[in-house]
């Protein structure tokens, strides 16, 4: 493994990060992330079931390797809104390394559905992309009909980027003496080659053949087959044991055609909630809504969807505009 020359490959794993690398006789490019305390955290502060905390971090350590990609400060979002038990899940990354989640599920029918495709249902995963108020915002739709993240996240870059594109997510829950500590790994490998036609990959289904009609399937480039085949032995202890490092794991799949590791970037859990944000939000209400938000207290309480940090308002604060409105 080498950065700007060969070195002994880094035995430190780095919980909280994501490791840019490069497979150039592949002429293939990736990222691996680690989540442990962030994930944990964002986890613990809403106490989700395990099935339900399990899809959450997927779609965390997803967005991770989505939106560290960013070479501009702004926002990558990653959402779901289904029919399934888990109706929505909402990941927010602020660039370069600040990051907060949720999910909203329903407790009952969560009973009878088992597995990630059943917890989602039918319904559309969006990426979307904010760089700031001069620039316009980008977002890709992907449907969601019974397939998990991982694949979700293929078809996504099949359709939408064009981009050969290798996707693994792993989640894990240790039960310690404190209770669960919650850990997810995922490595993401991209195909960009120089050559623009190597790149090419098969057409999606016209849909509206002939029947009988058969596509010619088209034949994949082998520096890709080859990247795929060893991204594709990766065990899912692999990408979430604390004792094993980025680097360690990238040396394990391309020693032998030679890996570049760039310098690791962080991340951690952070909320943009903050009571002068709230208090703004509330002041967009009309009188009578506001009235109606007062509880038995004579407060207006409200819990953040993303950290549940609750906040009580004197419903008078909130009648004259502060110096920001």
């Known amino acids: ?45 809403h106490r989700y079931p395990a099935p339900v905390a399990r899809l959450l971090g997927e779609a965390v350590v997803l967005t991770v390797l989505l939106g560290s990609s960013l070479k501009i400060e702004g926002r990558f979002q990653l959402q779901t809104r289904s029919e399934g038990a888990v109706d929505m899940l909402v990941v927010d990354f602020d660039a370069p390394d600040r990051l907060r989640a949720f999910a909203r599920y329903d407790a009952q029918r ?34 969601l009909e ?29 039960i310690t003496g404190g209770g669960a500590v919650w850990r997810a790994g995922g490595i993401m490998l991209q195909f960009l080659p120089s050559s623009p036609e190597r790149q090419r990959q098969a057409d999606l289904h016209p849909g509206d053949a002939p029947e009988g009609h058969e596509t010619e399937p088209l034949a994949e480039d082998d520096a890709w087959s080859e990247a795929k085949i060893l991204a594709g032995t990766i065990e899912d202890h692999e990408l979430v044991d604390p004792t094993l490092s980025s680097e360690r794991l990238l040396y394990r799949l391309f020693h032998e055609r030679g890996v570049k590791v760039f310098a690791p970037q962080t991340v951690h859990d952070a909320c943009r909630c903050s009571r002068d944000g709230i208090a703004r939000m509330l002041r967009n209400f009309t009188p009578q809504e506001r009235q109606d938000m007062i509880g038995d207290n004579g407060k207006i309480g409200v819990t953040c969807e993303f950290c549940s940090t609750f906040r009580e308002f004197e419903p008078e604060e909130l009648e004259t505009p502060s110096p920001e409105d």
């Open 1 to 45: 493994m080498n950065e700007s020359a060969a070195r002994f490959v880094s035995d430190n794993g780095e919980d909280d990060s994501v490791l840019p690398f490069a497979v150039e006789p592949l002429d293939v490019r990736g990222r691996v992330a680690r989540l442990g305390p962030s994930l944990d955290h964002i986890l613990s502060q």
């Open 110 to 143: 969560l009973e009878f559905a088992e597995r990630g495709t059943e917890l989602l249902g039918k319904g559309h995963l969006a990426f979307t992309i904010d760089q700031g108020n001069d620039m316009s915002r980008y977002q890709g739709v992907v449907a």
């Open 146 to 174: 019974g397939q998990g993240l991982e694949e979700a996240a293929h078809q996504y870059f099949r359709q939408s980027e064009q981009i050969p594109t290798f996707v693994r997510l792993a989640v894990a829950e240790n």
